[in-house]
C-alpha cells in the first residue's frame, strides 16, 4: 500500500467534509448569479427595477455565506495538513529506526534526510490542497453545467463538455511527461546531493582550491535540472493552451447562444442573464486546482520516493520476542563468524571466533582494514553475520530483543556524534535518568570534568552540532563518559582513545581499568600500549584471525603481531 | 562567534536586479503578461457586449470577434506561462550559484552556526520557493494593474460613479493583503525558522542513528522530532487564521461592491444595453488584481525564503584579497609566526597570545599540545581561512594576507583532522587538488601516503567510489587518501594534522618512510600526540596556553622542559 492511500485513509473523514465545504462555496456562486439576474432582468423586461430587488437580498446572504465558507475551508485545510504532516513523519522515523544504523550508515545521509522532511511537505500540499481541489474542479463545473443545463440542454452540454477537454487534457499530456518528471526529479535528487556535499566538503575544497571545479559541476547539475524542467513544464503548458480554449469557447458559445434565445423570446431575460454570470464563475474550481498543479506535480515523485523507502527491509531484525534472562555478567561468544558487505566481493571478516568474559579484556589488533570494526559493528548488532554465530550465555544474540542487547553493551567508536542539547544531556544519552551528581562521576573518570568545568555554562553547556566547538579528544571523552555512566556489563572501545593527547589519554586507561574488573572488556586499538595488559590479544589479517594469545607469547612468535610490534619498536 | 545575521531587509526588493538582469527578456515577460490579463478581461466584455446589444433589440453579430479573441486569449495564457517560467528557471540557476559563492566566502566558520541540515535546506527548498516571485509577479502584476484600470477607464466612459465603485472595490482588494503583508513577512519567517530547525534535528537523528539506536533513545529522539512538529502547529494556525482572514475580507469586498454596481446599474444610471458590460467588467476588472493579491498572500513565505538565501549569499569574506598580491614561488620557503595573536570572532578569550616560532626551509617541525591549545588554529591562520588579530604569519618572508589565495592555497597542502572525501573515485579524490596529474603520478602519491595497496586490493582499484554513497573506507584509509591528496599538490608547504592518528604502529611507519623519502624538498608543519610521530621531527614545538612554552628536539625538550615531560612522560616505549 502506498503510503499516499494510507495517509488519505487517516483524514478521509476530513477530506469529505473539505469537499462539502468547497461544494458550497459552489453553490453560493450559483446563488449569487440567479440573485443579481433577477435584479437586471427587471429594468431590460421593462419592469421598474425595486421589483428585482429581492434578488439583491439573495445574492448579498450568498455573499456572506461564501465568506464564512472560506473561512472554514481555510483553517479545516490547515487541520487536514498537520495530520498529514504527523503521519507522514511518525511513519518515516519508525522506519529509519527500523532499518537502523546498519542501512543509514551505508547510504547519503543527505539523501535519507531529504526524503524524511521534503516528502511530507509535498504531500500535505498534495492531500490537504491540491485534492480537495481537484474533486472540486469535478463537482463545481457540473453543477454549473447542470444549472446551465435547466435552462438551456444545449448550454449545459457545451460546458459539460469542454470541462470534459480540460480534465481529460491533464492525464493524457502527463502520460506523454512522464518520463521528463522522473527525469525531472532524479536531476533535481542530484542537484540536492550536491549542495549537501558542497556545503560539508567546502573546506576541504577550498583548501585545495578546487572550489571552481565543485561549482562548475553544480552548475552543470543546475543547467540540467533547468532544461528538464522546462522540457517538462513546456508539454504541460500546452495542455493549458487546450484548456483555455475549450473554457473560453464553449462559455462565449453559450452566453451568446443565450442571448439568441433570449432576442427571439425563446427564453426569459432571468434565465439568459442567469446563464451569463454562470458561465463567469462555472471553471473558476479548475482554475483553482491549477494552482495546486506545482505541488501535485512535486508530490507525485515524492511519493514514489517514500515508498521505495518504506520499502526497504531492515537487515537486522527485531521479532519482538520477550527477553531472555541473562546473567548480571554474561559471556560473548563469537562462533565461526563471517560477514560480507553487499557489493563487495570478499568477506570482511571470515570464520571469526572469540569469547568476551567478565573480568577480562580481549585486545583486537591488525592493520587498518583487518575487519575489527566490522567486528565491533557484529557485536553491537548494527549487522548480522552471514554464516556462524554470536551468543550471550549461549542464547543467539538474534534471539534476544534489541533493546535488551543495547541496554547489555556500551561502545566507545572512532567517532561520535554530539546531538543538541546540553554536555550533560550528551552524557547521560544511554541513561537519560541519571543524577547530575552520576553525569559528573562519569566526566571526571573520562577525564572530562575539567574541560567542563571551563565550559561557560558547565554541564548545561549547548553542544552545536557535530560537537560545535568541543575538540576531537573532548568528543571522544564524551563518549567515554556516555559508556561509563551506561554501566553496561559488556564494553566496546573501539580505537577510542586515539585522538587523545597522553596525559588525557592515561587518564581514561586508568577509568577503563577500574572498569575492567567486573565487565568483559574488547578493546580496538592501535596503540601496542593500550592492548599489552589485555588478557588476551587476537591479531586479524584480512578478515581472518591469524594469531592469538598473550603479548608475552604472540612476541615469542614471529609472526603478525611480532611484526606490528617491531614496526612501531623501530619509531 | 558572532552569527551572521539570518536574513536580509527587503529581500524581494533585492531580488529585482535579478530579474532586470536581461531587460529585454523582462519587457518581453511583462508585455505577455499585459495580453493574457488584456484577454482576460476583453473577451468577456465582449461576449456581455454582444449579449446586451442582443437582449436590447440590436442583431448585429460579433462572432468573428469573438473566435478571435477566444484564440487569442489562448495563446496568449500558453506565452505568459511558458516564458515567465523559463525566466525564472534560468534565474534560479543563477541564486544557486551565488547561494555557493556565498557558502564559499563563509567557509569555514561561519557555517559553524548555523546546522549542516539548515543549509542544505536553504539550498534545495528556500531557493526553489523564490521560483513563485520569480515566475508569477513581473508578468502578473504590471498585466493585472494595468488591465485592471483599462478595464476601470472603459466603465468611467460608460458610467462615472460605476467606474468609482469598481475603483474603490480593486483598491480595497489590493490594500488588505498589503495591510497584513507585514505579519504575513514575519509569520513566514517564524515557520520557516522553526521548520529548518526541526529538519535539522531530523538530519541529525539520521546522522547520530547509530549512537541513538546504542543506546536505545532513537524512539525518544523521534518523539522529539513529532514533539516539535506538532509545536510548528500553532505557527501554522495563526498563518492559516491570516490568510482565512484575507480570504473572507477580499469576498465581501468583491461581493458587495458587484452589488453595490449592479444596483447602480439598473437604477437607471446605465443604459440597460451597457448593464452586462458594466457587470462583467466588475466581476472580472478586479480578479487579476484579487489573483495577485491571492499570490501576495503565500509571498510571506517566499520572502522569508528569499530573506535567507540572500543571507548567505550576502556572507562577506573572512579575509579579503590583497589588492596587489605579492608573487610567492619560493620553492623551498620557511614559514614564520610572528607573535600571532587570535581569538574566534565573538568568542571571547584569545586562542593564541604572542606566538613566534618559524619552521625552516626543508625543515620538519612537530607541533605539540594539550587538545585545545591552538594547534588547529595555527594551521587555520596559515591556509587564511581567518586572519591574525596581530602579529603575522608569512611564508618565504612574504606575509601571507599579501598572497593571493589561490596562489597560497597552492603553496600549502594540508592534511585536516577531520577528513571530508568527495562523491567520486578514490583516483579523483586525489586529484583533488591538481586535477590534471597523470595515473601515474596520483599512484605515486598514494604510494608514498601507503595507500597504493588497499586501493588496488578493491576490486575497482582507483576507480572505487568514496563519500557517503561509496565504499565503506576505515579512518586509516581515510587518512592515507588525504595525505595522497596533499603529497600530489606537490605544495612546498606540507601541514598534518592529526594526519596520522586512525593509522596502525606498521601503517604510520610506512606513512613516515614515504614522506622521508621525499624530505628536505617541501618544508612540514605535523601537529601530533604520538611519540613515534613527534621523534621524527627535526624539532618540536611545545604550545601551552596560547604561547610556545619550548622549542628544541625531542631528546633536548626531554632534558629542558618539564612540561614536555608532562606531556610526554611515563609514555610507556614501545616493547
Partial sequence: MSVLDEVVSAVRVRLAGAAVLGAGVVVTRLIQAYGIAVLVAAPLDGRPWRTGLWGLGVAAGTVVARSLLQWAGESHAEAIGHRVTMTVRRRLLDHVLALGPAYTATRRTGEVAATLVESSGAIETLVARARPALLLSWIGPLLAAAVVAVIDPLGGVLIAAALAVMQFAGPIWNTIGRKGHDRVFSDLYAMDAGFVEAVQGMATAKSFAATPRLRRRLADQAEKVRVATMRTLGVLFTQFLASRWASAGAGAAVVVRAAYLAADGRLPAEAALTVLLVVLVAFLPVEEAGKHRHAAFAAKAAVAKLDAFLAEEPRVRDDGRPPVPLGAAPVVTLEEVSFRYPGHDEDAVSRVGLTLRPGRTVALVGPSGAGKSTIVSLLARLADPDTGRITVDGHDLRELPLEQWWRTIAVVSQDTHLFPGTIGENIALARPDATPEQIAAAAEAAGLAADVAAMPDGYDTRVSERGGRLSGGQRQRVAIARALLQDAPVLVLDEATAALDRRTERAVHAAVERLRADRAVLVVAHRLATVRDADEIVVLERGRVVERGTHEHLLGRTGTYHRLVQAGAAL | ?575
Fill in chain 2, 1 to 575: 562567534m558572532t552569527s551572521p545575521s539570518t536574513t536580509v531587509e527587503r529581500p524581494l526588493w533585492r531580488l529585482l536586479p535579478y530579474m532586470a538582469s536581461r531587460p529585454l527578456v523582462l519587457a518581453l515577460v511583462i508585455a505577455s503578461g499585459l495580453v493574457n490579463y488584456g484577454m482576460v478581461a476583453l473577451l468577456p466584455a465582449l461576449t456581455a457586449y454582444q449579449f446586451g446589444g442582443l437582449l436590447t433589440g440590436r442583431t448585429e453579430s460579433l462572432a468573428a470577434q469573438i473566435t478571435v479573441a477566444v484564440l487569442v486569449a489562448g495563446a496568449a495564457g500558453w506565452w505568459q506561462t511558458h516564458i515567465g517560467h523559463d525566466w525564472a528557471y534560468r534565474l534560479l540557476k543563477v541564486l544557486r550559484l551565488r547561494l555557493f559563492d556565498g557558502l564559499e566566502r563563509a567557509t569555514p566558520g561561519r557555517l559553524l552556526g548555523r546546522r549542516t541540515g539548515e543549509l542544505a535546506d536553504i539550498a534545495k527548498n528556500d531557493v526553489s520557493a523564490t521560483e513563485m516571485f520569480f515566475a508569477h509577479t513581473a508578468g502578473d502584476y504590471v498585466g493585472a494593474v494595468t488591465v485592471s484600470l483599462a478595464s476601470v477607464a472603459v466603465v468611467a466612459w460608460i458610467d462615472v460613479p460605476s467606474a468609482v465603485v469598481v475603483a474603490v472595490m480593486m483598491l480595497l482588494v489590493a490594500v488588505v493583503p498589503m495591510a497584513l503583508s507585514r505579519r504575513a513577512g514575519e509569520q513566514g519567517r517564524a515557520l520557516r525558522e522553526a521548520a529548518g530547525a526541526v529538519a535539522g534535528e531530523t538530519v541529525d537523528v539520521v546522522q547520530g542513528l547509530r549512537e541513538l539506536a546504542l543506546a536505545r533513545r532513537g524512539h525518544d529522539a523521534a518523539a522529539r522530532v513529532l514533539d516539535r512538529t506538532r509545536e510548528l502547529r500553532a505557527r501554522h494556525r495563526a498563518y492559516a487564521r491570516r490568510a482565512g482572514l484575507e480570504l473572507v475580507a477580499t469576498e465581501l469586498l468583491l461581493g458587495l461592491g458587484l452589488l453595490a454596481l449592479t444596483v447602480r446599474a439598473v437604477a437607471g444610471a446605465v443604459e440597460p444595453r451597457w448593464v452586462p458590460v458594466v457587470i462583467v467588467l466588475g466581476v472580472s476588472a478586479p480578479a487579476p488584481i484579487a489573483a495577485v493579491s491571492a499570490t501576495a498572500r503565500t509571498l510571506g513565505d517566499v520572502r522569508a525564503a528569499a530573506g535567507r538565501v540572500l543571507a548567505v549569499i550576502g556572507y562577506p569574506p573572512h579575509v579579503r584579497e590583497p589588492e596587489a598580491p605579492e608573487p610567492m614561488d619560493d620553492p623551498l620557503p620557511a614559514v614564520t609566526f610572528d607573535r600571532v595573536r587570535f581569538g574566534y570572532p565573538g568568542g571571547g578569550r584569545e586562542v593564541l597570545r604572542e606566538v613566534s616560532f618559524q619552521v625552516r626551509p626543508g625543515e620538519t617541525v612537530a607541533l605539540v599540545g594539550h587538545s585545545g591549545a591552538g594547534k588547529t588554529t595555527l594551521a587555520n591562520l596559515l591556509l587564511r581561512f581567518w586572519d591574525v588579530s596581530a602579529g603575522a604569519v608569512s611564508i618565504g618572508g612574504v606575509d601571507v594576507r599579501a598572497i593571493a589565495t589561490s596562489r597560497l592555497r597552492a603553496t600549502v597542502a594540508v592534511v585536516p583532522q577531520e577528513i571530508y572525501l568527495f562523491h567520486d573515485t578514490i583516483a579523483g579524490n586525489i586529484r583533488l587538488g591538481r586535477p590534471g596529474a597523470t595515473d601515474a603520478e596520483v599512484e605515486r602519491a598514494a604510494r608514498l601516503a601507503g595507500a597504493h595497496d588497499f586501493i588496488t586490493a578493491r576490486p575497482q582499484g582507483y576507480r572505487t567510489l568514496c563519500g557517503e554513497r561509496g565504499a565503506s573506507l576505515s579512518g586509516g584509509q581515510r587518512q592515507r587518501i588525504a595525505i595522497a591528496r596533499a603529497l600530489l599538490t606537490g605544495a612546498p608547504v606540507l601541514v598534518l594534522d592529526e594526519a596520522v592518528s586512525s593509522l596502525d604502529t606498521e601503517t604510520e611507519r610506512a606513512v613516515h618512510d614515504g614522506l622521508a623519502a621525499t624530505r628536505g624538498t617541501r618544508t612540514t608543519l605535523i601537529i601530533a600526540h604520538r611519540i613515534s610521530t613527534i621523534r621524527r621531527a627535526d624539532r618540536v614545538v611545545l604550545l601551552d596556553g596560547g604561547t610556545v612554552v619550548a622549542t628544541g628536539t625531542h631528546d633536548e625538550l626531554l632534558m629542558t622542559s618539564a612540561a614536555y615531560r608532562r606531556l610526554t612522560a611515563a609514555e610507556p616505549e614501545t616493547p
